[in-house]
């Protein structure tokens, strides 16, 4: 099973502050990682795939790259509304695994 | 519009066995470029892949609940179904299922929760 390793597991940042968040796949796995943002009480919603694709809903603040094992997500400038729990997934094979998730809080 | 939704009782017992239906509107359960899965999450704890069937039928469960998982598909209704045999506690959880392939857009349904409680 490919293992999905995210940091850091929680960060405190500022509006306006540019943050990346990471995502280390434990094997190759080209550019299969989606990445997604998670509110309280909601369903994930699904910000990036491809590594580097970005939903039609979302801003271009945000942003994905990476291939291989190694992957970022970076907001460029935050926004009240971005405080959210992140997480990465890989898609290259089953189990489909996530990260630990990346708890995004305002300081 | 691809549409997932969960469905099935949101309360189980100790020892009995859990059953979630996912019905997709919007694209064939049928079609070959993608496959279907189960994800679940803990209260305040992270995703959870529980696992996979193709539309060979072919399927993958994590391996720690491998023994007690079976995910099947219902073409006729365009549904697929999971089964978790010998709930605890520990099985509570909002479940999801979700539609993907490698390099695509995921979609997800809403979720259910379902807690197990005597």
């Given amino acids: ?19 990346t968040i990471t995502c280390r796949a434990s094997q190759r796995i080209s550019n299969y990682l989606n990445w997604y943002q998670q509110k ?23 942003s994905g790259s990476g ?22 997934q890989q898609s290259y094979g089953a189990p489909q695994t996530f990260g630990q998730g990346t708890r995004l809080e305002i300081k | 519009q691809l549409q997932l939704q969960e469905s099935g009782p949101g309360l189980v017992k100790p020892s009995e066995t859990l059953s979630l239906t996912c019905t997709v509107s919007g694209g064939s359960i049928s079609s070959s470029d993608y496959y279907w899965g189960w994800i679940r999450q803990p209260p ?62 995921f979609y997800w349904g809403q979720g259910t929760l379902v807690t197990v409680s005597s």
């Fill in chain 1, 1 to 19: 099973d490919v293992q999905m390793t995210q940091s850091p597991s929680s960060l405190s940042a500022s509006v306006g502050d540019r943050v």
């Fill in chain 1, 40 to 62: 309280a009480g909601k369903a994930p919603r699904l910000l990036i795939y491809a590594a580097a694709r970005l939903q039609s809903w979302v801003p271009s603040r945000f």
């Fill in chain 1, 67 to 88: 291939s291989g094992t190694d992957f970022t997500l970076t907001i460029s400038s935050l926004q009240p509304e971005d405080f959210a729990t992140y997480y990465c």
């Fill in chain 2, 44 to 105: 305040g704890k992270g995703l959870e892949w529980i696992g996979t069937i193709y539309y060979s039928g072919s399927t993958y469960y994590d391996p720690s609940l491998k023994s007690r998982v079976t995910i099947s598909v219902d073409t006729s209704k365009n549904q697929f179904s999971l089964k978790l045999s010998s709930v605890t506690a520990a099985d509570t959880a909002v479940y999801y299922c979700a539609r993907g392939c490698g390099g695509c857009p």
